[in-house]
């Protein structure tokens, strides 16, 4: 009988080690969540389809953002276009300005000289040798066609309501006497308007023909302050 | 008598203490060798009390069914079927029926002695 029981006790203690250690495995299994509860399951499926979700916003709001940034590079494609636009509008004010005579302007240029020609006895008219005003006219109109950019008499600017009169022996602009001889300096390419100006049958031979001195010098540098008061 | 208890007891805390890690695959054969166990306890539970117990039997029957069960398992895994469900479903109809007949036989027990008390 005592045999018995010590087999029997062998027997009991193998089960009772088996079941023991399997429980614990199984534990262990639980523990390591590789099988799931139906909770968790569940649990589970709802974050992961809140992902889901998630993420489709996300795309949204992803092709969103897209269009948006689509539409700011739009805009500022205008923007320049526009900053572009006032750019010239800022240059065409300036050349404008330039051309009224508001403004101090510089650059190369030429300088004419009119001058009475020599006293002759044998001319009884005296007007035939005098630099009159529509002399001047002609060499500013001339200047002007061949893109002058501004222009003045004897340091005068000229602007686009300047008058030139005749009054005697002198000659006045826009209110101011000039006596003889005539500087008329003129802002521009200085090739171009000295060319102009000696074309053959141009201003230049007319001039001289009427007796009048004649001089043209291109200068590197001419500056020209702003008309005052107006 | 309490030298088999003092042996589950002690085997159970053996079984608690070890840190042997093995792999989930193996589990499985573990949880067979326990219902192979528990079908030959009760067996041998049911042979004492229709008095045709035989140790031998019962001893070679627990280690025999264990290993058995275990390497019918891992046959199956090795073969793609799930073999381990028959020897689940053998142990399991053999242990309803085993404790079925201690219950009756218990059943018969008491109300022979309640009778017999009741005589006397």
């Not at chain 1, 495995?25 to 399951?41: A, I, M």
Request: proline share 2%; glycine share 6%; aromatic share 10%.
């Amino acid at each position: 009988m005592d045999s018995n029981r010590v087999v029997l006790s062998i027997v009991f203690l193998v089960l009772g080690f088996m079941i023991a250690f399997s429980f614990r495995v199984t534990k262990d299994d639980g523990d390591q969540g590789n099988r799931l509860t139906d909770r968790q399951w569940e649990q589970h499926i709802s974050l992961r389809n809140q992902l889901i979700e998630q993420e489709e916003k996300n795309r949204e709001l992803q092709k969103e953002l897209n269009a948006k940034q689509e539409k700011v590079r739009e805009i500022e494609t205008s923007l320049s276009k526009e900053a572009q636009v006032f750019f010239n509008m800022a240059e065409d004010a300036e050349k404008y300005r330039m051309f009224l005579g508001k403004v101090k302007v510089s650059g190369k240029g030429v300088k004419v000289t009119l001058a009475d020609g020599e006293y002759d006895p044998n001319e009884e008219n005296i007007n035939n040798y005098l630099v009159h005003e529509q002399h001047v006219f002609k060499v500013i109109n001339e200047l002007y066609i061949s893109g002058a950019a501004a222009i003045a008499v004897n340091g005068q600017r000229i602007a686009h309501n300047s008058y030139i009169l005749c009054t005697g022996p002198v000659i006045t602009v826009d209110g101011y006497q000039h006596p003889a001889p005539f500087e008329i300096t003129a802002i521009g390419d200085p090739e171009v308007l000295s060319s102009a100006l000696n074309i053959t049958g141009g201003v230049k031979d007319q001039l001289v023909n009427d007796q009048i001195v004649f001089s043209l010098e291109k200068q590197s540098e001419i500056t020209m302050e702003p008309l005052l008061g107006n | 008598m309490w030298l088999p208890i003092m042996g589950l007891i002690i085997g159970a805390i053996i079984g608690l203490l070890t840190d042997i890690r093995i792999p989930d695959e193996y589990a499985n054969y573990l949880s067979i060798a326990i219902l192979a166990a528990l079908d030959t306890l009760f067996g041998g539970i049911r042979a004492q009390l229709q008095n045709i117990y035989d140790e031998k039997v019962f001893v070679s029957g627990f280690f025999f069914n264990i290993i058995l069960a275990a390497s019918l398992a891992f046959l199956g895994v090795h073969l793609g079927v799930d073999l381990y469900l028959a020897a689940v479903f053998a142990f399991g109809v053999r242990l309803f029926q085993n404790i079925a007949v201690i219950r009756r036989i218990m059943l018969t027990k008491w109300s022979t002695t309640s009778k017999r008390q009741k005589k006397n």
